[in-house]
């Protein structure tokens, strides 16, 4: 069937001014959707550096986790923004919101213990049992911490080690901190025979903490029996030093307390 020149012509011209009606109507749509998209993103990145520097107006808040809030409220923003875009194409949001929500709760369980150290990290960046440069022991897990991350945690181990422990590891074991108090407290034992004079072992280990500097004053050092044997006592000298100086101190005291034996014996 041949086409009439003039039904072709009045398609034609039909088609024209649909293909118009369509321009001038979603030109709008999309203009509006542009403006709304530069706007959100300027909005979002304020947001972002509002809340970024406001949060480290407050003291002792993590930097770590400053930068996260504020990043979760940037991407919150933007997210309002394209459901924005989407509603100015006539699409229903609320089925979008219902579908993120869905995909969201999809990729949480999947996603299960990462979210869980996510979590933790949070929690360990907010209530700090432990701090960077401070050395902890967790489980079977001890070492220098290096770096707290929102999914795990950077340690180095006493031997130089790298560690990289889960959040969720730290937070859900008793956490114990070597060095947040300053001060540590060392005691030495040694074991002498019922005939040697206690007294005079015991005044002898005083002076080697009283002539050490590193040995803190407070709490006062201290010498005594710790325990009586059939043939032996035991003699437990007891001090304070620093964290800095524990180690050191340690290994010094070890050996003057065992040259002190060798000159009593």
Do not use: C, H
């Amino acid at each position: 069937m041949e086409l009439d020149p003039q039904s072709a012509y009045s398609a034609i011209q039909t088609a024209i001014r649909q293909a118009s009606a369509l321009v001038v109507t979603y030109s709008f749509s999309v203009i509006g959707a542009i403006l709304l998209m530069v706007i959100g993103f300027l909005v979002a990145g304020l947001v972002e550096r509002w809340l970024f520097a406001g949060l480290g107006r407050v003291g002792g808040f993590d930097l770590t986790l400053r930068r996260f809030l504020s990043k979760i409220a940037r991407y919150f923003v933007l997210g309002l923004v394209v459901v924005m875009v989407l509603g100015q194409f006539g699409i229903q949001t609320a089925s979008v919101i219902a579908a993120i929500g869905a995909v969201g709760l999809a990729i949480g369980l999947a996603l299960q213990g990462t979210l869980q150290n996510i979590a933790a990290g949070i929690m360990l960046l907010a209530l700090r049992p432990l701090r960077i440069g401070e050395y902890v022991e967790v489980g079977s897990v001890s070492g220098t911490v290096e770096e707290i991350g929102l999914f795990a945690t950077r340690l180095r181990a006493a031997d130089g080690i790298y560690i990289l422990a889960p959040n969720s590891t730290l937070w859900t074991l008793p956490v114990k901190n070597y060095t947040r108090n300053g001060v540590r407290r060392n005691d030495i034992t040694i074991t002498i025979p019922n005939s040697d004079d206690i007294e005079a072992m015991q005044k002898s280990l005083m002076k080697l903490a009283e002539r050490d500097g590193r040995v803190k004053k407070e709490p006062t050092p201290a010498a005594f029996v710790a325990d009586l044997g059939d043939s032996s006592v035991s003699i437990t000298l007891r001090y304070w030093t620093s964290v800095g100086d524990f180690a050191a101190t340690q290994a010094e005291m070890n050996k003057n307390v065992r040259n002190t034996l060798n000159q009593m014996a």
